[in-house]
């Protein structure tokens, strides 16, 4: 049972990565998803939440308007798409399954409720 993330890279401010978070050995559909980040020097933060079904989504204002969570549960893999990208985007970026598999109320960004990470891909900002 795991998470892997991948997509990151190096991006000029303004520019738009797509990261990919891909579940193995459960069936993603069952569960919320969660991305949060950590920039050096900082505490991880949640940035996104999407429940199994994709009808609840949640946004840190940080990200909000520029970043657009998707699932493809076919494919049990979670999209986090980012555009209008900033230095302050500047992060590991780790997708990560809370603890059980109900869909997730009240803060969803509390790294606590979550039991299962990703290893987490590097994404630069920068000119």
């Known amino acids: 049972v795991q998470l892997q993330a991948f997509g990151g890279g190096m991006v000029q401010p303004g520019g738009s990565l797509r990261l990919s978070c891909a579940a193995s050995?459960?069936?993603?559909?069952?569960?919320?998803i969660g991305w949060f980040r950590q920039a050096p020097g900082k505490e991880r933060e949640g940035i996104g939440y999407?429940?199994?079904?994709?009808?609840?989504?949640d946004y840190a204002e940080s990200v909000k308007g520029r970043f657009t969570l998707s699932r493809a549960n076919a494919k049990n893999t979670i999209y986090l798409q980012m555009n209008n990208l900033k230095p302050d985007d500047t992060a590991i970026y780790y997708c990560?399954?809370?603890?059980?598999?109900?869909?997730?109320?009240?803060?969803?960004?509390?790294?606590?409720?979550?039991?299962?990470w990703g290893q987490g891909t590097q994404v630069t900002v920068s000119s």
């Open positions: 050995g459960f069936t993603v559909r069952k569960y919320g």
């Open positions: 999407i429940s199994g079904t994709g009808t609840t989504i």
């Open positions: 990560a399954r809370p603890r059980n598999a109900h869909s997730l109320v009240g803060n969803r960004f509390i790294t606590g409720r979550y039991g299962l």
